[in-house]
């Protein structure tokens, strides 16, 4: 594959050379030359300076027939404006890009870009472990959906899957236990020290910790 | 109108001065605090200290009434998010977007904003017709300039002169709208004949400049 990485920050250098290595073709776009040095000896892609949305310079970096864009500088801006330039202007079939500001990622979400944004996620994860002490949970961006993880006991342990899913609002996909992971069915039944991992709309999240005691 | 100008700089100040004097009602979006201090204390218009780029900024600026959005900061890619947020988020009806580098003028008519203002390119080109001819003078410019209003003496050497009007071929998207002779202003007709030292005023795409004035002036 033929890719134009946007930003040579760590997680930028970092795609990069784990792309390079599995042998496709990086081109690495940063606005500061120190910036390369992250890439290492063994990187073999080609490096250009200047900005990302700069539109001779994508043109220069062959955006006309990449495969792939991925804009990860630590600007939201830069990062929005160079993957729309990548997608409307240059076609390229797959574009991504990081936006910190939750705000932001989720308008340009709805809007049709493909947004990769950890901030929510990291900010739900530490809050979790800080305040909860039975479960934790990954918000996914859109605010619609979640992943919640369930320590089982007391109240919970011998009650089927069944009893715990709630059409429309919650489903366990997984249990994670001592001797390994298990995909259940309706009818498995839970155990002592059973780590539920169950997908769920955001909006249930308070009505699930109260039916559940959590 | 209701407008929001995020970005207090030299631009953004001078048009929140003039667009509150005609009775605009005006908020101003500014990242830095003291410029926002200074300005509150000048100007009687609502003056927001945050980053224009953030939609609930935008919202305390009050864009869900604005009628329209100028961006004006320094930051190009600054401008373009925000004219895209208030167009496709708030439904903004006119949204007018500062370039800064004149590289980035297609990437925002391209992505969105409804007016691209490129003060650079409006300058240099403003200098450039200072510099070169002095016959041939723009006397106003339209449509993002685009479209200019231009003014030529016809000078003896003028391959039109004696000329009727509909004999000359005018470059595409040209037209003459009046001919100043003396104390006299003439609408012109096919039958018009061209003299020298008349005063030519013709409207014309920026593009079609340099053959206009190659057939009004002859080669320079």
Do not use: W
């Not at chain 1, 932001?104 to 996620?121: E, K, N, P, Q, V």
């Not at chain 2, 009050?62 to 961006?71: H, P, Q, S, T």
């Not at chain 2, 691209?116 to 449509?143: C, G, Q, R």
């Amino acid at each position: 594959m033929y890719v134009i990485i946007v930003g040579c920050g760590r997680v930028g250098s970092e795609l990069a050379q784990l792309l390079s290595q599995e042998g496709h073709n990086v081109v690495v776009i940063d606005k500061n030359q120190h910036s390369f040095d992250r890439l290492g000896g063994a990187f073999n892609g080609l490096t250009l300076l200047g900005n990302g949305f700069d539109l001779a310079l994508l043109q220069q970096a062959g955006a006309d027939k990449a495969d792939a864009f991925c804009a990860v500088t630590n600007g939201d801006n830069t990062n929005l404006i160079s993957a729309q330039a990548a997608k409307k202007i240059f076609k390229i079939p797959k574009v991504f890009a990081r936006v910190y500001d939750p705000q932001r990622a989720h308008i340009y979400s709805a809007l049709g870009l493909d947004i990769i944004s950890g901030t929510m996620l990291f900010a739900s994860m530490f809050r979790d472990k800080i305040i909860e002490s039975r479960f934790s949970s990954y918000l996914i961006e859109t605010k619609d959906l979640g992943v919640l993880e369930i320590e089982v006991k007391d109240n919970l342990v011998g009650k089927l899957v069944q009893e715990i899913n709630i059409p429309q609002e919650l489903i366990v996909v997984a249990i994670r236990r001592l001797d390994g992971v298990i995909i259940p069915d309706p009818q498995t039944i839970l155990r002592d020290k059973d780590i539920l991992m169950a997908a769920v709309k955001v909006i249930s999240l308070e009505k699930i910790k109260a039916r559940f005691g959590l | 109108m209701f407008l929001i100008i995020v970005g207090a700089g030299k631009v953004g100040y001078f048009l929140a001065k003039r667009l509150s004097r005609d009775k605009h009602t005006i908020s101003v979006v500014e990242r830095d605090k003291s410029i926002c201090e200074a300005i509150a204390k000048e100007l009687e218009i609502l003056v927001i200290h945050g980053d224009g780029c953030e939609p609930r900024t935008l919202e305390e600026a009050g864009i869900k009434r604005a009628d329209v959005v100028a961006a004006v900061t320094g930051e190009d890619e600054d401008n373009l998010i925000i004219c895209q947020l208030a167009k496709e988020k708030f439904n903004v009806r006119r949204t007018v977007g500062r370039v800064n580098n004149p590289d980035n003028e297609r990437i925002f008519s391209e992505l969105g904003a409804d007016i691209p203002v490129d003060a650079t390119k409006i300058i240099a080109k403003i200098i450039e017709e200072e510099v070169s001819f002095s016959d041939f003078v723009n006397l106003m410019s339209f449509k993002r300039g685009k479209l200019a209003i231009v003014r030529v003496d016809l000078p003896d050497s003028s391959p039109i002169i004696e000329k009727q009007v509909q004999d000359i071929q005018l470059p595409p998207d040209s037209v003459l709208v009046s001919i100043v002779r003396g104390e006299e202003v003439i609408v012109p007709k096919g039958n018009t004949i061209l003299k020298a030292g008349d005063d030519i005023i013709a409207l014309t795409l920026i593009g079609n400049e340099t053959p206009l004035l190659n057939l009004l002036v002859g080669n320079l």
